[in-house]
């Protein structure tokens, strides 16, 4: 089970179905788990749904029923700041969204997943 996926249990209301799972990696779990945090205090209910949390074009995605407008701002927020944390360690240092595949990843974790010919052997920068 994905790390994320545990934010589910601690806000059983809010994830009933039709949830439609957590399409993201765990290096955005803390920024998940601080926004759910935040949206207790902002005093959203069991009226609160969220529908699908994922990434998309290498940003955070969460689709909500029955936010209140200050919730949806601070969503949005989110959403924004997740392209500079990386989707796979959670680290903000040296992340970057680029490459044919769109995803929001640091240099580290970048480096395994590029295209590197043929030959595996030159990992030098
Ligand atoms: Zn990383």
Redesign the pocket.
Known sequence: MKKVEQLRAKHPSWFQRPFYGFGCDD?WYKLIRDLLEELELMGMDENFRVLQVKEKFGGLRFYTQGASQEAARRIEEVCQDSFNV??????REN?TTEGSWVVT??K???KPHEYKGAELEDWDD
């Open positions: 290096g990386c989707e796979r360690c959670g680290t992340v990843l640091c580290d974790c970048r």
